[in-house]
């Protein structure tokens, strides 16, 4: 189907992505319509300059007003904080008690997306593929300035992710896999995990520019590591 619409002959052409991060959803009350210069061609999205007068600026001005609508405070960074101003949005009830603020991970469902496909959806340690136990692990953890980059992550399944954070379990900067002692003497268990122990990774990134990085796999050896 997709080929009967394009132009450059290529039967199987790569087929991309956008991936939005942080998104504010309007109720549909407040939709804005579409633009008159829009047609009905146009399926990826079309650019507006809000400096300008016209469409564009007419368009953020709207924007800016139901912004207004929907917030409920402001927090304003400072030059020495890492943390910039940031929207707090409220729920139209209040299901959950009482409200918390907390620092966003920026990034973080993206570099889920990008570690999942990166990955071939397979765990890096165990090749599982039931993807709902599948999670995208830093490496270095975020916490530590570790970055939302495919060198700093594998896709571990949901056991494996727990004790890779908690230091029971690491990878070489060679990509050999290191169970810790400690599993045993801690929980006289840990037969499920030990057969990895010495193994090498059982998938990683086809891209070799993807695979994770040695300087990371050595701060996890070094700082994480319960050996």
């Known amino acids: 189907m997709i080929y009967s619409y394009r132009s450059d002959g290529k039967i199987n052409p790569n087929i991309g ?3 939005l991060t942080d998104p504010i959803f309007f109720d549909e009350s407040d ?3 579409t633009p008159i210069d829009w047609s009905n061609s146009i399926v990826q999205g079309k650019s507006y300059n809000s400096g300008d007068n016209g469409i ?9 007003i139901l912004i207004r609508k929907y917030k409920t405070e402001i927090i304003s960074g400072d030059d020495k904080s890492d943390t910039p101003n940031q929207l707090i949005f409220e729920e139209p009830l209040q299901k959950y008690g009482n409200p918390v603020l907390i620092k966003p991970r920026i990034g973080q469902g993206a570099f889920r997306v990008m570690i999942i496909e990166a990955y071939n959806r397979k765990c ?3 090749s599982e593929r039931t993807l709902p136990v599948l999670q995208a692990a830093h490496i270095k953890p975020y916490s530590e300035s570790g970055p939302h980059s495919l060198t ?3 896709l571990l399944r949901s056991d494996i992710h727990t004790l890779f ?10 990509h050999i896999i290191e169970i810790s002692a400690r599993i045993k003497e801690e929980f006289s268990n ?13 998938n990683v990134p086809e891209n070799t520019q993807n ?11 070094l700082n994480v590591y319960k050996g």
């Open 17 to 19: 992505c956008i991936i």
């Open 31 to 33: 939709w804005i319509n």
């Open 56 to 64: 564009g600026q007419e368009l953020w001005k709207r924007v800016e």
């Open 124 to 126: 890096a340690i165990t």
């Open 152 to 154: 700093n992550g594998l």
């Open 165 to 174: 954070d908690n230091g029971y379990i690491t990878v070489t900067p060679k």
């Open 190 to 202: 840990g037969k499920e995990y030990y057969k990895y122990h010495g193994c090498s990774l059982a």
């Open 211 to 221: 695979r994770p990085s040695e300087q990371y796999l050595e701060w996890h050896n």
